[in-house]
Structure formats: structure tokens, C-alpha cells
């Protein structure tokens, strides 16, 4: 049984740092990619980040550039997102999802899902 387990939510004031883990058991996504995507009250779900997991090409969205970065831990299973500069438009429900191959922003390209973990950026 595939299981992505996320971690590292919580409450910040703006301007400050939190980083999310994603750990992923019962497979590895060693040809695939995995993601960050978050979704606020009132709308879409949407990518933020996604990791190839070989070769290490990243995706960010416009809105996180230069303030989040994405990794991966190949011996842990691991990818995290390391979130600075937070902003209160950041709130939102983080959800880490994998795919079994290439994928991007879009969230159909996924096969696997954690359940999320709230980020919440106080003003």
C-alpha cells in the first residue's frame, strides 16, 4: 500500500520559514516526480512545486519563486519544501502527491496523494 505522509504545518508570522517533509512508503518514485500543491478556502488546487526524481528538474510556480525550494532525499524517501518569506496569501492545506512518471502542475498527472497539513501565515 502506497502511503505519502506529510509533516511540518503549522502557524507563522509572515515573513518567517517552515519546511514541509513528505515521506513516501510502499514504492519509490525513482522514474517519476513528486509535488507540492496547496489549496486555500474558495480555490483550486494548484502546484507549486514538483521534483523529477531522477535527475533532480524542478517546477515552481510563479508565486513561490524564490522563496520556496523543493528536494529530495532519495535514501530517506523523502522530498521536503523548504518555505521562506512567507506570506498570509500562503495559508493553505500542503498536500504532497507522487507520480509514477513525468508530471508537472497539473494535478491529473498524479497517482498517489497525502492527506495535507495545514500552513497557516498569520499578518
Known amino acids: 500500500q502506497v502511503q505519502l505522509v506529510e509533516s511540518g504545518g503549522g502557524l507563522v508570522q509572515a515573513g518567517g520559514s517552515l519546511r514541509l517533509s513528505c515521506v513516501a512508503s510502499?514504492?519509490?518514485?525513482?522514474?517519476?516526480?513528486m509535488g507540492w500543491f496547496r489549496q486555500a478556502p474558495g480555490k483550486e488546487r494548484e502546484c507549486v512545486a514538483a521534483i523529477r526524481w531522477s535527475g533532480g528538474i524542478t517546477y515552481y510556480a510563479d508565486s513561490v519563486k524564490g522563496r520556496f525550494t523543493i528536494s529530495r532525499d532519495n535514501v530517506k524517501n523523502t522530498v521536503y519544501l523548504q518555505m521562506n518569506s512567507l506570506k498570509p496569501e500562503d495559508t493553505a492545506v500542503y498536500s504532497c502527491?507522487?507520480?509514477?512518471?513525468?508530471?508537472?502542475?497539473?494535478?491529473?498527472?498524479?497517482?498517489?496523494w497525502g492527506q495535507g497539513t495545514q500552513v497557516t501565515v498569520s499578518s
Open positions: 502527491a507522487g507520480a509514477l512518471g513525468i508530471a508537472t502542475r497539473n494535478l491529473k498527472g498524479y497517482d498517489y
Open positions: 510502499g514504492r519509490t518514485f525513482s522514474s517519476g516526480t
